[in-house]
């Protein structure tokens, strides 16, 4: 299970620049100062991507943990936050 | 309540404790879900009234009104809400839960009450849509801090096995708080002309300043409450968080723990709760084109009946664990969308329904419209049918009138306000009461598995984080990426179910690999 969780997390630390290269991509195919859709209305993309670089990046901080075997062994008590 | 034989308490105490916790809890678990009941409230009544609060505050063609618009609607959400969840997150662990819980709730029913207030565009200009927005903004605010609050609060109180039985009745407001709405818009309506209630001062604002009164029940709930135990505890004994911030997300230890509940739990329950509770309502308007009243008391029913589930799924997590039975929703959710979906497709299709031998209900109706830019005209002919079953619909045909040579070109037929058989109709709610139930999975245990993630002196600030991401973000991103993948992949009707299914795989193997279903039966740490 260790090792599962250690291979995973080198998923999702390559996911992470994946979704922001998506989001980057989406936005410049769909605004279009033309458009009447959500989707292409450039204010609500730069919001999007404003949030969800942080979580993107979040998600890479996971993969890197897991590969450390962070997640090996979960806390239990507060002395474990320590 | 065994942490409490640690705090050197007298057999008395513990004795007096235990024979009025069972009439405590209740007041406790009534004074926090009557807030979050209004911050749902207030949810609801925006989103109801979106068309007359648009009118009135967000005029089409100016750009500037559209901005804000825009910003009222996305930057509320995405935005503010997560910033909502670390500024009161950090003053509920420095100043304790029941102080910033009363402050998020004031803040958040005074700002729909004051929407109310606010004149319309017509009178003030753009000064409206600039307060509107300002408003919209401490809702999302404060929003980001009630739930948080409200969840730490009730699980503080609550003794180890019964913790994600009496957090779960919290989760039970979403519905209240969905049918309060109703009842008041409606009572309103039904007192009222149509003009009457869209008017600048009409009856559309009652339901804003209704909010104080259930504003002002809830702080005099509040305010008779005493503090946390936990948190008075660790008040009492000095141990507080000196910067509950850096200690969340600065300290290796818990912000892998912020990380996990967020990818591996809230995300996954976000997407699950927005598909069943609104989406699938959005999908049987317009792409089924259900009429309004069928479309809404499908919701409805669905949703009634799948409410006490949030309770009995609370309370199987305190026997089974709470990692596998969220989980289980969002695996339910990945497995059956898209045949669920399809079905609601399939049982509205529109050429199988034109292929029926149908009965007119009465005469057509027929306008002419003139084409911008030509000489031609659009003949709009619309009828209402009957079906031999029952089933009925508006079918809308649009012939184009070439004007040099007289000649009238067959358009399409669009049908709208179907309304379907009985048996079909029933089969609906059953469907909707199964993607409420998946709802009910993810989200009744979800308050008592964020508590007991992280400790005491920094779970406000820790758990409100990953649940508002999860939610306000994952979740509330599900129309606009369905909108995306639909616009990007016209040919499948279905294709926006991707994204809620992406997200719920992709948190179903992050929890299933990395989330314990340990239950921590001590919280007082």
């Not at chain 2, 609550?158 to 407001?173: L, M």
Request: hydrophobic share 50%; with cysteine; proline share 4%.
């Amino acid at each position: 299970m260790k090792n599962i969780k250690k291979i995973l997390g080198v998923c999702w630390l390559l996911l992470a620049p994946v979704i922001i290269y998506m989001l980057v991509h989406g936005a410049v195919t769909h605004i279009d100062p033309a458009g009447n859709k959500d989707i292409n209305n450039p204010v609500i993309w730069i919001i999007i991507i404003l949030i969800f670089t942080p979580v993107a990046i979040g998600l890479m901080i996971f993969g890197i943990y897991a590969l450390k075997g962070e997640y090996d062994k979960l806390p239990g008590k507060s002395e474990d936050f320590e | 309540m065994h942490h409490f034989q640690h705090d050197g308490l007298s057999f008395w105490q513990l004795v007096r404790m235990n024979s009025s916790s069972s009439r405590g809890i209740r007041s406790v678990i009534a004074a926090a879900s009557v807030g979050t009941l209004i911050e749902w409230y207030d949810f609801y009544i925006f989103g109801m009234l979106a068309k007359t609060i648009s009118t009135q505050f967000f005029p089409e063609g100016n750009a500037t009104a559209a901005l804000l618009s825009t910003l009222a609607i996305f930057a509320a959400g995405f935005i503010v809400r997560p910033f909502g969840a670390l500024v009161f997150g950090r003053l509920g662990d420095l100043i304790g839960r029941k102080y910033t819980f009363l402050l998020t709730l004031v803040l958040m029913g005074g700002s729909t009450f004051l929407i109310g207030l606010v004149p319309g565009y017509k009178t003030i200009g753009i000064a409206a849509p600039l307060l509107v927005l300002l408003l919209r903004l401490l809702q999302g605010l404060a929003l980001g801090g009630e739930y948080g609050g409200a969840a730490t609060y009730v699980a503080e109180h609550a003794p180890a096995g019964k913790r994600g039985y009496y957090t779960s009745w919290i989760q039970t407001t979403a519905t209240l708080g969905l049918f309060v709405a109703l009842g008041i818009i409606m009572l309103v309506k039904l007192n009222m002309s149509d003009t009457a209630f869209n008017a600048e001062w009409g009856g559309w604002r009652y339901p804003f300043w209704i909010s104080i009164l259930l504003v002002g029940v809830s702080v005099y709930i509040r305010l008779r409450m005493q503090e946390s135990p936990l948190f008075s505890k660790l008040k009492a004994e000095g141990k507080t968080s000196a910067n509950p911030l850096k200690e969340s997300f600065r300290h290796k230890a818990n912000f892998k723990m912020v990380l996990l509940a967020l990818f591996g739990a809230a995300m996954g329950q976000g997407v699950i709760w927005y598909t069943g509770q609104f989406y699938a309502q959005s999908f049987l308007e317009t792409k089924c084109n259900i009429g309004f009243e069928q479309s809404r008391t499908i919701m409805l029913w669905g949703i009634a009946f799948a409410t006490p589930f949030f309770l009995f799924f609370g309370w199987l997590s305190d026997k089974a664990g709470r990692k596998w039975i969220m989980l289980a929703g969002m695996l339910l959710g990945i497995l059956t969308y898209r045949p669920i979906f399809n079905y609601f497709l399939q049982a509205t299709d529109s050429k199988s329904w034109l292929a029926e031998e149908e009965t007119a209900a009465m005469p057509p109706v027929v306008k002419m419209e003139a084409v911008k830019n030509s000489t031609d005209s659009v003949v709009l002919t619309t009828t209402s049918f009957s079906l031999a079953d029952g089933r009925k619909y508006t079918a809308i045909k649009s012939d184009t009138l070439r004007v040099t040579s007289a000649f009238l070109v067959p358009g399409k037929t669009i049908l709208t306000d179907k309304e379907v058989a009985t048996g079909t109709y029933w089969k609906f709610v059953g469907l909707v009461f199964l993607l409420i139930v998946y709802v009910t999975m993810v989200y009744g245990p979800i308050a008592a598995f964020l508590v007991e993630l992280f400790p005491t002196r920094i779970r406000y600030t820790s758990m409100s984080l990953p649940y508002h991401i999860g939610n306000g973000v994952f979740g509330g991103l599900v129309p606009f990426i369905g909108l995306l993948l639909t616009t990007t992949y016209p040919a499948d009707p279905l294709v926006g179910l991707w994204y809620p299914i992406g997200i719920a795989s992709l948190c179903f193997i992050i929890g299933a690999v990395y989330l314990s279903n340990k239950i921590d039966e001590n919280v007082d740490d």
